[in-house]
């Protein structure tokens, strides 16, 4: 074995991240797919508002709540956008919104106004690029003699929370000019002083048109520093404890001529936004007004140039915000707390909307760099496009409303939003269950979700609330149903992050609630009272509904929590718990092997919900319950096993069952087209578009089955499709996996939004988990050891808290491996590759951001 350390000096390392300066473009969309598109620029836990696929920001949701379709205003024309002006020498000058064409579904309205900006001349194409966390806007014009790229981002940094974090969307309009003489251009951004109005409050006027209420006595204010110039927007009349209260502010870095209206003229006839296109037409630069006459005075602020011929020029904004009025869930469900004041961890890092941009900016440029770095990394890994696509684009749900952090720090999740609300609340178990992004890429917040599961959603005999109500210290006088999947998930998940963390104080100081959480499915009239390890009890689960009797799904969450739980034990000294656990499991398996597994696929024996005995579904006159699997082929039934292998827990069930089940679900449940499936539920796939189906019935269908049978909901599909990566059934994995994404095509569907009930739904970030399955990627920090699966290639790794990217090349028999650490800093007591022995280092080898280590295996 050869092994060599480089240590690269960081000033280097620093300047070939800079070097990285171009974006990358992961996936392109032309003008025929770009009307659903919007990209979410936000922080993770702050709200986000979204770049579309036009240049247009919409979907306004930085105030405490979500807000599809929410553009601040009723009027269209007013609501927040962005123009140019151009000038050529001696020519006369145009201006134009900084937006693509209209789609052909936006002509028709029973009075002329059908979207917003609707009024606007707009660039004659466009087109759409984007890396999530970048979105670029390409626009182009047939008659303006520039073209112009939109770059939206905001600072997206595996392992670094406090920089993903920040309430800020960034904007840069990139003109060239394309012309052989100079031309004068200026960018302006307008948009109302909108503090109070978060949609939540409306009414409807005369025509039906909804009006949006809350604004009085904002007020507009100019402020110029060193760095910094642009409007600063607060309120005099907004109550100070509503959720919409807060701050915005509009500035930008620029240091050329940078103009500035406070107020436009009143609103008669629609004269404010007439008067405010004279004035930026004119000469590029505005004319302030100081007199605000509106409750929510229009504030606005443009950056001239000159731009050489047959050059670019660069015009940076920024939007940031500040609203610490959060609401607990504010939900129907939530015992007796809603609308109580939760906050904002965010807003406990910035007194308000200035400072957030006059902290940040100084290191705006290095954060770029980082982010740059990062998702040059992933995409140049040696993965399937489609595999990339879905894990990084569904990285925009952690900034989505989906999800928020409390002053203390700890996230919290929605299972996805609806267009003016959460959907539900309370961190829920058994979705939260499938995802792996949080873990692999923020590990101190996936430590915190499993924190608020033992610490606070648990009793003291162990039984796990499926969702926790706020603040969490309530949730000791409440009660709630314990989902089995969802406890025996959570379980799982916190080996996960105790193995990626390779905190053994941390597992110390919870150990009896991982504990006593594990030894509720063996309580008196429970899932497995009989400790035999088959669940003959009431199974509260995802499917919002309860099964009775042994069923796959439910089962293979038990045996990897079971494995999991052996394996805590073991560390803390517990060989009595441990072994208690390894023979349930071992009981458990053989007899689901023998019992359960069909011959092609693993299927639900039910019993009776008041005794636990088998039912006898042979017998006609035999009662079943409603809402079962039965013998039903559940696209979900080893998704315990697809956990398993991303936590390196290894089989739970023979092999080749397991394998056979997913061969028997990609045979059964995958649909090549939809228009001729009937559903009676949602329709998350349609007409022609093809996915894998909830559930088929081979052997005739119970006749009231399960609700969600006849559905497809990505985030299911992702873990039966990533469990058949994880046995080499690559083929089909795949085509899993693009069957999801051909249905997000920016035309049909938002590509950064896949829903279940609700938008940007937590399930769907399961998606990440591919890039684990196909790397091979394992990583304990626990023994410090690492490993990959891969035989050769380029692949990007990151386990929480560092991340970075290994090369591996095939040199005969051997392999030579160089990895390398581009954030944070890892420690290895041994490194292996699939097929090769593995290489244990003498003594414990450490490696800090910009270090590599070499390996000949």
Not at 834 to 846: G, S
Request: net charge negative; charged share 20%.
């Amino acid at each position: 074995m050869h092994q060599s350390f480089h240590l690269f000096a960081l000033l280097l390392f620093a300047t070939a991240i800079q070097a990285q300066t171009s974006w990358p473009v992961l996936k392109h969309y032309d003008q025929d797919h770009l009307l659903n598109i919007a990209l979410p620029l936000g922080g993770i836990g702050t709200g986000t508002v979204s770049l579309g696929g036009r240049g247009e920001l919409r979907d306004w949701e930085i105030m405490n709540k979500p807000g599809k379709k929410f553009s601040t205003i009723t009027d269209g024309n007013q609501a927040p956008f962005f123009a140019v002006y151009v000038k050529p020498t001696g020519k006369p000058a145009q201006s134009k919104a900084l937006l693509g064409p209209f789609h052909p579904s936006e002509y028709q309205h029973y009075e002329g106004r059908p979207v917003n900006h609707h009024g606007m001349p707009r660039f004659s194409a466009a087109s759409f690029d984007a890396a999530y966390p970048f979105g670029q806007v390409n626009l182009s014009d047939d008659v303006l003699p520039i073209s112009v790229k939109i770059k939206g981002f905001n600072p997206l940094i595996p392992g670094d929370v406090a920089a993903s974090s920040i309430p800020l969307a960034i904007l840069k309009y990139e003109v060239t000019n394309n012309t052989d003489a100079p031309l004068d251009v200026a960018v302006c951004g307008t948009m109302r002083n909108f503090i109070g109005i978060d949609g939540s409050k409306q009414s409807k006027n005369w025509k039906g048109d909804l009006v949006y209420l809350g604004a009085k006595n904002n007020q507009n204010e100019y402020r110029e520093n060193s760095a910094l110039k642009g409007i600063f927007m607060s309120s005099q009349g907004v109550d100070n404890q509503d959720p919409a209260w807060g701050t915005i502010a509009l500035s930008t870095a620029e240091r050329e001529l940078v103009s500035f209206r406070r107020s436009s003229t009143p609103n008669d006839w629609e004269n404010s936004i007439l008067d405010f296109w004279d004035d930026f037409s004119a000469d590029g630069v505005l004319s302030d007004k100081d007199k605000l006459v509106d409750d929510n005075p229009m504030a606005s602020l443009s950056v001239k140039k000159t731009i050489p011929a047959r050059s670019s020029q660069t015009f940076t904004f920024y939007i940031s915000w500040h609203f610490p009025n959060r609401l607990d869930w504010n939900n129907a469900w939530s015992f007796g707390y809603r609308g109580k004041i939760i906050g904002n961890h965010y807003t406990t890092e910035y007194k308000d909307a200035w400072e957030v941009i006059e902290k940040e900016s100084p290191r705006l440029a290095s954060l770029e760099a980082q982010t740059l770095n990062f998702v040059h990394t992933f995409v140049k890994s040696d993965l399937p496009e489609v595999v990339k696509e879905a894990a990084l684009f569904n990285l925009s749900t952690l900034r989505s409303q989906t999800v928020f952090r409390l002053p203390s720090g700890h996230l919290m999740g929605w299972e996805g939003v609806m267009n003016e609300a959460g959907s539900c609340y309370g961190n829920c178990t058994h979705v939260w269950n499938y995802e792996n992004a949080t873990a692999f890429l923020f590990g101190d917040l996936a430590k915190s979700m499993r924190e608020v599961e033992m610490v606070y959603g648990s009793k003291d005999d162990g039984k796990m609330m499926n969702r926790v109500s706020l603040p969490l210290e309530s949730n000791r006088n409440i009660d709630h149903v314990a989902a089995a999947d969802g406890q025996m998930g959570s379980v799982m998940r916190f080996y996960r992050e105790w193995k990626l963390s390779g905190d053994n104080e941390w597992l110390k100081k919870h150990w009896n609630r991982v504990k006593a959480a594990m030894s509720y499915a063996w309580v008196p009239g429970g899932w497995d009272a009989n400790q035999d390890g088959v669940q003959e009890g009431k199974q509260h689960n995802t499917m919002d509904v309860d099964y009775y009797g042994p069923n796959p799904q439910m089962q293979f969450w038990y045996f990897g929590a079971l494995k999991a739980s052996a394996a805590m034990a073991r560390a803390m000294n517990d060989p009595v718990f441990a072994k208690q656990c390894e023979q349930v499991l071992a009981k458990g398996s053989t007899w689901v092997d023998e019992n359960l597994f069909n011959g092609e696929y693993y299927e639900h024996k039910i019993t009776d919900p008041k005794t636990f005995q088998f039912l006898d579904r042979s017998n006609p006159t035999t009662a079943i319950p409603n809402f079962q699997l039965g013998e039903g082929c559940l696209l979900d039934q080893v998704v315990g096993q697809y956990m398993a292998h991303v936590c390196g827990l290894g089989y739970l069930a023979k092999k080749e069952n397991i394998q056979t089940a997913l061969q028997t679900v990609m045979k059964y449940n995958f649909v090549p087209r939809f228009d001729n499936v009937f559903n009676n539920m949602r329709s998350y796939v349609m007409d022609k578009e093809s996915g894998l189906i909830m559930a088929s019935w081979p052997k005739g269908r119970l006749k009231v089955p399960f609700p969600y049978f006849a559905e497809s909901m990505s985030g299911f599909e992702y873990a039966a499709a990533i469990g058949m990566l994880y046995e080499g059934q690559t083929e089909a994995g795949l085509q899993c996996i693009q069957s999801i994404r051909d249905r997000f095509d920016g035309e049909k569907r938002n590509p950064f939004d896949e829903p279940e009930c609700g938008h940007h739904y937590a399930r769907a970030m399961a998606s990440w988990s591919a890039v684990l399955a196909l790397s091979g990627f394992q990583y304990s920090g626990v023994e410090k050891s690492m490993a990959f699966g891969a035989q050769a290639g380029e692949f990007f790794w990151s386990n929480g808290y560092a991340w970075g990217k290994v090369k591996i090349q095939q040199n005969g028999q051997r392999s030579n491996v160089e990895l390398i650490v581009q954030h944070g800093e890892l420690e290895l007591n041994s490194f292996s590759l699939k097929d090769h022995p593995t290489q244990v280092f003498k003594k414990t080898t450490k490696l800090k951001a910009g270090e590599n280590l070499q390996l000949t295996l």
